[in-house]
């Protein structure tokens, strides 16, 4: 992947759309002062994109879950009178 550069006033003013492109692309960023590479911004871990998993993935994972799961505990009856 290509490094791309910003600017130390661009990157101080657009830090978290950069963090967001670091953490979601796995793009680098070259930060520089008056032209000078000062520091660089890059994803933990090298260059491995994130692995998302698909939506639904875990369905059918929970065998049994009992009728009165969101009933009040006895214990809390009190309170809630």
Partial sequence: MKVQEAGLFEAKTHFSEIVAKVEREGAVYRIT???VPVAELRPIGG???KVRLPFGY????????????DAPLDDMRDYME
């Fill in 33 to 35: 002062r008056r032209g």
């Fill in 47 to 49: 260059e491995r994109a």
């Fill in 58 to 69: 875990g369905a059918g994972t929970v065998p049994y879950l009992a009728p009165d799961f």
